[in-house]
């Protein structure tokens, strides 16, 4: 049963994932190509998702969309996992004053609603795909952190690291070839939960026009036309959101099916 | 318990500081002073208002003085005018207030009155018919972006059906009604944005309280309560029930900066003017002073929730009061 979760999961994220590597062989148009002859058309064979109020073709811009958004999912993931995996460590592994330092502010960024440190950071430096992935690695670690940390607290205990300590292996030792791999279980969990979250974020920021900037393609910003299309044009709203929301739902079944596996 | 709420009190302090100094530091991030950026991203913004910029956050002194000087201001609730309309910052967000707390508090009401019976039906009968029904909605929900179903129920039922407005929070001839007919009006404008913001919490906590739902059946103290022959009606609400609903009230507080969050989102789509559709403009307007006191304001409501939800927390499970007095 937890298996089909795990494999329904990884079928989907891995079939977005090979339309976003294959994006120029297999995409029929080129994603920014205007076209003033075939505005708002719906889904027909020659355009199989319709195309937009600029003549673009829906079905082209989402899979490049799908390198865009996924790419600044993993990313800022990755981003994410490497703040929280080194602060969680030290703040696991020396405890005392670093580790009431690191919760500390742990805490405090735990405080600020991410949307809203996302906004205002995108305010000031320019929204670029760059920066979208960076400012949403830089906010979302806090959880990996925390992870981290308690995962290390129960391991330290246990006799293979106090033997590790006991024969004097540097703490660089203990930490990297010890503890965090022996806490990866959970935090791959958390991670893929992450890529979920940051696609959702980065989706959310491109429909507000503060995320990926058009003409570049992202699931997101295909939505930004969506509202002043309501009831003229369907295909528009309903396959770049069926795309968040099968991906999203990938990456839960993944790590639902993780969960239990690891126990 | 009082020397516990003191205790978590004087908590904020430090918390606070870390606040104002990582909304201090944001704006202090962009390369140069933002004051030139702002004058490079708008040309409108005379030499003037660049001058009144450089004055109020006093960018020609050393950065701690200036933070100090900001703090000091901060307290006195004087965040400065707004760059649009140049009226000041605290009455623009007091006037913002009320509608945003009204949705979110809307929200945290119907999750919470949706999302226990949920996950305790659930609980009871797991992996049985209703408990997967639930599943799968769970799921759905934990994937659904919001604006997305936003767009889908507008659609559905503003425009196909023709029953709910889809934007805005009254009609325009909203002064003619009386009492009842305002609040109804009102009542209809809402339902959408309240059903939106409430989507991604119903899923959580349904989860949640499935979850720790099941775990107090396991607890000894229910094989005692079903041995001594209490009746499963008994077993269930007094003595699993009341456990298991315990950790839910720190989750209600857990899920306040998700919801002022999402309501930047919905507060946008449905054109809401509350404080999340004024952050939005706010951003897209380069509105510094506004986006800083905005961002403030967010991390304060969230402290103070989760506070509340402690205290509350301790109040209902003394237990925890006094384990920290240890």
Same mark, same amino acid.
Request: glycine content about 10%; overall charge negative; hydrophobic content about 0%.
């Given at each position: 049963m937890r298996n089909k979760l795990l494999f329904t999961g990884l079928i989907i994220i891995l079939f977005f994932s090979i339309i976003a590597i294959l994006a120029p062989l297999i +995409? /029929?148009?080129? /994603? +920014?190509e205007i076209d003033a002859d075939s505005l708002l058309v719906p889904p027909s064979p020659r355009h199989l998702l319709g195309t937009d109020s600029l003549g673009r073709d829906i079905l082209s811009r989402m899979i490049y969309g799908a390198r865009i958004s996924l790419s600044i999912g993993f990313i800022a993931v990755g981003i994410a996992l490497a703040i929280g995996l080194v602060l969680g460590a030290l703040a696991g592994f020396y405890g005392g004053l670093i580790d009431a330092l690191i919760m500390r502010f742990v805490d405090i960024m735990l405080c600020f609603p991410t949307f809203f440190l996302i906004l205002a950071v995108v305010a000031i430096l320019e929204p670029s795909i760059f920066n979208i992935m960076v400012i949403i690695g830089l906010t979302s670690w806090m959880g990996t952190a925390r992870l981290v940390r308690a995962e290390i607290l129960s391991l330290k205990e246990r006799e293979f690291i106090q033997a590790e300590i006991a024969i004097g292996a540097s703490d660089f030792r203990i930490i990297t070839r010890h503890l965090i791999p022996n806490a990866l279980g959970p935090v791959l969990v958390s991670a893929i939960l992450g890529i979920a979250g940051a696609i959702l974020l980065e989706s959310g920021l491109s429909f507000l026009g503060l995320g990926v900037q058009p003409p570049t393609a992202s699931w997101g910003n295909i939505l930004i036309e969506a509202k002043s299309t309501l009831g003229v044009a369907w295909w528009i709203t309903i396959f770049p959101g069926l795309a968040i929301l099968i991906t999203i739902l990938g990456f839960n079944l993944i790590a639902e099916g993780l969960k239990e596996k690891l126990g | 318990m009082l020397s516990y709420i003191i205790r978590r009190l004087l908590g904020i302090i430090p918390l606070l500081l870390g606040i104002t100094i990582i909304s201090f530091s944001i704006i202090h991030l962009a390369p140069g002073k933002p004051t030139t950026i702002q004058q490079a991203l708008n040309p409108k913004v005379s030499l003037e208002v660049r001058e009144r910029l450089d004055k109020l956050y006093g960018l020609d002194k050393p950065l701690y003085v200036q933070y100090i000087n900001w703090l000091g201001r901060l307290v006195k609730l004087d965040l400065g005018r707004s760059f649009?309309?140049?009226?000041l910052v605290v009455d623009k967000i007091l006037e913002r207030i009320p509608i945003t707390l009204v949705i979110n508090l809307l929200s945290l009401f119907f999750i919470f009155i949706i999302a226990v019976p949920l996950g305790v039906k659930s609980a009871l009968k797991p992996n049985q018919a209703f408990d997967k029904y639930v599943t799968i909605f769970v799921f759905l929900g934990f994937a659904m972006p919001t604006f997305w179903l936003a767009l889908l129920l507008m659609n559905l039922f503003g425009i196909q059906l023709a029953w709910l407005p889809i934007s805005g929070i009254k009609s325009l001839d909203f002064e003619y009604f009386n009492i009842w007919g305002k609040i109804g009006d009102l009542s209809r404008h809402l339902i959408l944005p309240v059903i939106v913001s409430s989507i991604g919490g119903l899923a959580g906590i349904s989860r949640y309280m499935r979850s720790s739902m099941i775990e107090a059946l396991a607890q000894p103290y229910i094989y005692t309560a079903r041995a001594k022959g209490l009746p499963e009606k008994s077993v269930v609400y007094k003595h699993a029930f009341r456990n298991a609903i315990l950790p839910i009230v720190t989750i209600l507080g857990l899920s306040i900066p998700g919801l002022l969050g999402g309501s930047v989102i919905f507060e946008s789509i449905f054109a809401i003017p509350g404080i999340g559709r004024l952050f939005y403009e706010a951003v897209m307007m380069r509105d510094y002073p506004l986006i800083m006191a905005e961002v403030v304001l967010g991390a304060v409501l969230t402290m103070f929730g989760n506070l509340i939800a402690d205290i509350a927390y301790a109040y209902v499970d003394p237990r925890i009061g006094y384990k920290n007095e240890k």
């Open positions: +995409s /029929p148009y080129n /994603p +920014s | 649009g309309d140049d009226r």
